[in-house]
T-cell receptor, first 112, second 111 residues
Framework: EAGVTQFPSHSVIEKGQTVTLRCDPI?????LYWYRRVMGKEIKFLLH????????ESGMPNNRFLAERTGGTYSTLKVQPAELEDSGVYFC??????????FGQGTRLTVV | KQEVTQIPAALSVPEGENLVLNCSFT??????LQWFRQDPGKGLTSLLL?????REQTSGRLNASLDKSSGRSTLYIAASQPGDSATYLC??????????FGTGTRLQVTL
């Protein structure tokens, strides 16, 4: 069974540009989460989808971040325009209801 | 607001030693607690999941305990090996189902 897949694994962009991160969850997992870890800090929750609906987006830092999960399958996280403080590792996770969350390998985003 | 603290931040032990990693959390109203392992450049691997009604879980050389009332968990690693070197993360799940992570303990097991 394929795990959670994230693309790209690394991205280096200039300040002001747009970047879109993609996450393919484990097939059949209704729950999809985005987290991120900025340098030296703990991993923090961004938002939670149940199927295509946003269940909780309390962790989204500002309106430059937009997450979508069309059709309840894969999800994208767009940052527009990117700022220096957005640099970090963005993780996606998926789970069955109440089950263990399986994490992807993360996307390392560097904004220069 | 839930806060999770892990002590120590870093630990270096010789191969074969038993060791304990500590995790504390401020809000005891948790659904479960998980211990993860993260290798450099890799994702997170779930090691052990303890439900709020449980006291401990074991998997091979790993044993995790949970004292929900005092807001503490420990991860015990027996007979450590160089392959155990990684960052270990503790995370709790609240009623909102999202994970709140600690900053991790970076473990190095030396030959």
């Amino acid at each position: 069974e394929a795990g959670v897949t994230q693309f790209p694994s690394h991205s280096v962009i200039e300040k002001g540009q747009t970047v879109t991160l993609r996450c393919d969850p484990i097939s059949g997992h209704d729950n999809l989460y985005w987290y991120r870890r900025v340098m030296g800090k703990e991993i923090k929750f961004l938002l939670h989808f149940v199927k295509e609906s946003k269940q909780d987006e309390s962790g989204m830092p500002n309106n430059r971040f937009l997450a979508e999960r069309t059709g309840g399958t894969y999800s994208t996280l767009k940052v527009q325009p990117a700022e220096l403080e957005d640099s970090g590792v963005y993780f996606c996770a998926s789970s069955h209801r109440g089950g263990v969350a399986f994490f992807g390998q993360g996307t390392r985003l560097t904004v220069v | 607001k839930q806060e999770v603290t892990q002590i120590p931040a870093a630990l270096s032990v010789p191969e074969g030693e038993n060791l304990v990693l500590n995790c504390s959390f401020t809000d005891s109203a948790i659904y479960n607690l998980q211990w993860f392992r993260q290798d450099p450049g890799k994702g997170l691997t779930s090691l052990l999941l303890i439900q709020s009604s449980q006291r401990e879980q074991t998997s091979g050389r790993l044993n995790a305990s949970l004292d929900k009332s005092s807001g503490r968990s420990t991860l015990y690693i027996a007979a450590s090996q160089p392959g155990d070197s990684a960052t270990y993360l503790c995370a709790v799940t609240g009623t909102a189902s999202k994970l709140t992570f600690g900053t991790g303990t970076r473990l190095q097991v030396t030959l």
